[in-house]
Structures are given as C-alpha cells and as structure tokens.
C-alpha cells in the first residue's frame, strides 16, 4: 500500500517556478512508477508528467513539455515536479498518483492506470 502526499504548492507570479514533491509512503517495500496529474476548477483531471521507478522513461503533456522536469530520488521514495515559467494557465489542484508496478504502461496518461492517490495540493500562478 502507498499514500502519496503532496507538498510545495503556492501562489507565484507568471514566469515563475515551483517545485512540487511527493512522498509516496509505503507500508511495505515496493518499486511504482508515478505521475501528476492536475485539475482547474470547472475541467477534467488531466495528465501532467510520469516517470518509471527507474527514472528511464519519462512523459509530459505537450502543455508542459519543455517548461516542467519530473525526478525521482528513490532512496528517499520521493518525485519531484520542477515547474519553470508558470503561466497562469497552470493554476489548478495538482495530484500525485501511484502505479502498483514499477513501469508504465502505454495508458500512462489516464487516471486508472494509477491505484493510489494523494490529496493534491494547490498551485496559483497569477498575472
């Protein structure tokens, strides 16, 4: 069993950075690949990034590509989500999700290739 938590969230200004992190907790040993995913008010919960246990597969939404960098550092089960110049568009509640397995599969951007959840934390980016 894992329970991501969240933390890092805020308010910034456009073109600013946050970097987000999550603490997968595990109440027994385990190797998962993750992902964040986010959701505006009034929208769907999208894809953001993923990334294997390993770290050698990494994906992005094209809406971030470019500007975020997901990380991992196994040693302390934790992944990262460095956001680079924000823009307002990126204001929304931003969750870490869990993958049983360690690799991701090819629906790596739908939310039911993912088991566990976190409660998600607030990123907003004003003008």
């Known amino acids: 069993q894992v329970q991501p938590v969240e933390s890092g969230g805020g308010l910034v200004q456009t073109g600013g950075s946050l970097r987000l992190s999550c603490a997968a907790s595990e109440r027994t040993s385990g190797n998962h690949a993750m992902a964040w995913f986010r959701q505006a008010p009034g929208k769907e919960r999208l894809f953001v990034s993923a990334?294997?246990?390993?770290?050698?597969?990494?994906y992005y939404s094209d809406s971030v590509k470019g500007r975020f960098t997901i990380s991992r550092d196994n040693a302390k089960n934790t992944v990262y989500l460095q956001m680079n110049s924000l823009k307002p568009e990126d204001t929304a509640f931003y969750y870490c999700?869990?993958?049983?397995?360690?690799?991701?599969?090819?629906?790596?951007?739908?939310?039911?290739?993912?088991?566990?959840w976190g409660q998600g934390t607030q990123v907003t980016v004003s003008s």
């Open positions: 999700a869990a993958r049983r397995e360690a690799y991701l599969p090819n629906t790596y951007g739908f939310e039911n290739a993912y088991t566990y």
């Open positions: 990334i294997d246990w390993s770290g050698t597969f990494t």
